[in-house]
């Protein structure tokens, strides 16, 4: 039995239903041959998933190991990835966490490029102070590293209200 038959059994048909439905909207692309696949068609699963990360396996199309890319690929939206972190927020305390984590940015050690706290699957609500450090998976160059976690939205309040 695979790891995912075996995580699959223990969810409900319709959840069960709901799982493989995204996991086959979730994408792969070898960075060898460029040839796309869903992760369900790759053995895997893929529900409730958050960030874009990068795999490292066997492509069964060139043969070769190879990193790949995994983004979404459905017409719809992506599902949210934040729904589980803010459940405990209020509706106007959740839009106010997702506005702020947009405006913390983490710079790629690697290639340089930033992305919003938010876009890498993180949280950064009423944070005080720049130049903190985090471990990410840069969704540009897909490389591992310790990004500067920076402040590029409006100056902040100093009160207290």
């Known amino acids: ?3 995912r038959d075996l995580v699959l059994w223990f969810m409900s048909p319709a959840r069960r239903a709901a799982a493989e439905a995204e996991s086959r ?3 792969a692309t070898c960075e060898h041959c460029q040839h796309t696949m869903s992760i369900w068609d790759m053995g895997g699963l893929r529900f409730h998933g958050a960030g874009r990360p990068v795999m490292r396996q066997k492509c069964p199309n060139c ?3 190879s990193s790949f890319h995994v983004f979404w690929g459905g017409s719809d939206p992506a599902p949210p990835m934040h729904d589980t972190q803010l459940t405990f927020l209020s509706d106007a305390a959740r839009a106010k966490a997702e506005e702020e ?4 940015m983490a710079e790629c050690p ?3 490029a930033k992305t919003s706290i938010w ?3 993180g949280i950064r609500y009423k944070a005080a102070g720049d130049g903190s450090w985090a471990v990410y998976r840069c969704t540009h160059c897909g490389k591992s590293g310790w990004h500067h976690i920076r402040w590029e939205g409006p100056p902040k309040s100093q009160s207290s209200s």
């Open 1 to 3: 039995m695979a790891l």
């Open 25 to 27: 909207r979730w994408m």
């Open 63 to 65: 043969g070769q190991w």
């Open 101 to 104: 984590s947009k405006h913390w």
């Open 110 to 112: 690697n290639c340089h």
């Open 119 to 121: 876009d890498l699957g």
